[in-house]
């Protein structure tokens, strides 16, 4: 009897084990879905090894491939660092984030590609940070990275190119319809779109910080919406049609060290809002001869 419980304990215990989460999981191009996500076997997508790999923990790739698309609802790391790798989502969202309001998602080093049919590269939806980094997003035909939040968020995304191809769509989309967003967007760069960063708050405020980019080849570069609040510092925003609006009463756009260059309608655009500029902008080529109007200096 005494030999009978000590098989069903290890049986048990063997079971539990194989069934635990692990906190680095591994996929590879010529893995399966099936294996534990292990180094030496590991998954074949994103969407098999996020399951066996634990809160807080990371999923990192072994070689070149895709990895197909995927929804995050828990803390992770998703690091493709050191090889090619990709993401294919024709006709869907490359990466969906739905998390709980303490997570804190990145994904790094990640090629997005929707070959001119995927919907959104990256969609947060929920969660308390999200931090994309050396990133490439393109032939999406909604956003690049649409974050729409009804609930405190963070949002940092540095190093990252984001290319059209659909002049429908919007480069990098920040809404907060609850609570307060804030944005930082460092070396990005947005080619190729309708709307380049946009930004509204429907309630709340929205705080947006763009430094070191290249926001340019757009119907519209920069727009802010509604309650929010967007500043620009060493950036440059060029050939679009419109390079900067504030389109609403409390929108504020701060410019420091901004390049604001050749806009084909006028390189900076105020409806209602505000834009403020600290003297130090360089501002020539805009048509119409419009590309000071209704800036003030600080």
């Known amino acids: 009897m005494r030999k009978i419980f000590t098989f069903i304990f290890l049986m048990v215990l063997t079971n539990t084990i194989s069934w635990a989460q692990a906190t680095r999981t591994w996929v590879s191009g010529v893995g399966d879905d099936a294996n534990p996500c292990s180094r030496t076997a590991p998954c074949k997508t994103f969407a098999g090894a996020i399951s066996k790999t634990a809160a807080g923990g990371e999923i990192s790739v072994l070689d070149p491939g895709g990895y197909g698309a995927v929804t995050i609802t828990k803390s992770i790391t998703i690091n493709g660092d050191g090889t090619l790798a990709g993401i294919i989502n024709s006709g869907t969202n490359g990466i969906v984030v739905n998390a709980g309001a303490t997570d804190i998602i990145v994904i790094r080093s990640i090629s997005i590609n929707g070959f001119t049919t995927g919907l959104n590269g990256i969609r947060y939806l929920a969660g308390g940070q999200l ?77 947006v910080s763009i430094s070191n980019s290249n926001v340019s080849n757009n119907s519209i570069g920069i727009r802010a919406n509604n309650n929010a609040q967007i500043n620009i510092e060493s950036s440059n925003v060029s050939n679009n049609d419109i390079g900067i609006i504030a389109n609403n009463v409390a929108s504020i756009v701060r410019l420091s060290n901004v390049n604001l260059f050749n806009n084909s309608v006028y390189g900076v655009g105020v409806s209602l809002g505000k834009v403020i500029s600290f003297g130090n902008n360089s501002i020539a080529g805009n048509a119409a001869n419009q590309p000071l109007l209704n800036i003030s200096k600080q």
């Open 131 to 207: 931090h994309v980094e050396n990133c490439a997003i393109s032939g999406f035909t909604t956003r690049g990275i649409d974050a729409s939040l009804a609930a405190n968020g963070i949002l940092t995304v540095e190093n990252t190119t984001i290319n059209g191809p659909s002049v429908n769509a919007t480069g990098i989309y920040i809404n907060t319809t609850l609570d307060t967003m804030r944005t930082s967007l460092t070396n990005v760069r947005i080619n190729g779109v309708g709307v380049g960063v946009d930004a509204e708050a429907t309630s709340t405020v929205n705080y």
